[in-house]
C-alpha cells in the first residue's frame, strides 16, 4: 500500500483519514504478460497505477492493433472515455511485462473525490498531466519518423524494452520501417 501512497504524495499532502478510505478501496493486482485488463467492447470500471512493468492501450481494426499509449511504472492508466463516461471501450489494454497494479473503482474514485478535497486536487494534477502528454504526442507523431523515434526513447527510455511491434504501432509504422531506423541510429 505504501507504493501508491507514496505516487499520490507526490502531488499533494494526503489526511489520515484519506488514507484509511483508499485502503478500503484499492486492490493490488497482479497481471501475467499478455494479460488483458481490458477488452475492446466492455465498460472500464477501473483506473490502474503501475507499481511494476509495463501497459499498452490500442485500438483494433481487421485483427490488427494500433497503439495509442504505452504505459510503465509510476503511470496511471485507464480507457479515458469509457472509464469517466461508463460506456463501451474502444480499446484494449493489455500487459506488455509482468506488472504489479494498483486498482480501484470509477465508484470509488468519484466518492474519494467528493469526500477529500486533496484527493480532488491531486485528480485535476493528474488530469490535466495526461492531457498536456496527450496533446505532446499528437504534436510529435507529425514529426518524421526518425525525430519521433528520438523523441520518444529520450522521453520515455522503457520504450526500449516493448515489443517492436507494439513500439512501430505506437510511431505508425512499420516494424521493418523501425528496424531501419534503429540500424542507422547504431551507425
Not at 36 to 48: A, E, V
Not at 112 to 123: D, M, Q, V, Y
Amino acid at each position: 500500500m505504501e507504493y501508491p501512497l507514496s505516487q499520490l504524495r507526490r502531488y499533494h499532502s494526503l489526511t489520515p483519514e484519506f488514507i484509511r478510505d483508499l485502503e478500503s478501496r484499492i486492490r493490488r493486482i497482479e497481471a501475467a504478460k499478455n494479460n488483458t485488463l481490458l477488452l475492446k467492447g466492455d465498460i472500464c470500471r477501473d483506473l490502474y497505477l503501475i507499481e511494476k512493468g509495463t501497459l499498452g492501450c490500442y485500438d483494433s481494426e481487421e485483427r490488427k492493433r494500433y497503439y495509442t499509449w504505452i504505459f510503465h511504472e509510476g503511470d496511471f492508466v485507464t480507457a479515458v472515455d469509457s472509464f469517466n463516461n461508463q460506456t463501451v471501450s474502444s480499446e484494449t489494454i493489455v500487459a506488455l511485462s509482468f506488472c504489479v497494479l494498483w486498482a480501484i473503482t470509477k465508484k470509488d474514485l468519484d466518492e474519494l473525490t467528493a469526500k477529500f478535497p486533496e484527493f480532488g486536487i491531486i485528480r485535476q494534477i493528474l488530469t490535466d498531466k495526461y492531457h498536456i502528454q496527450s496533446r505532446v504526442m499528437d504534436a510529435k507523431r507529425k514529426r518524421p519518423p526518425e525525430q519521433f523515434y528520438e523523441y520518444l526513447l529520450s522521453t520515455y527510455p522503457y520504450l526500449q524494452h516493448v515489443p517492436a511491434t507494439a513500439l512501430a504501432s505506437l510511431m505508425g509504422i512499420t516494424r521493418t520501417t523501425l528496424y531501419e531506423i534503429i540500424q542507422r541510429k547504431k551507425r
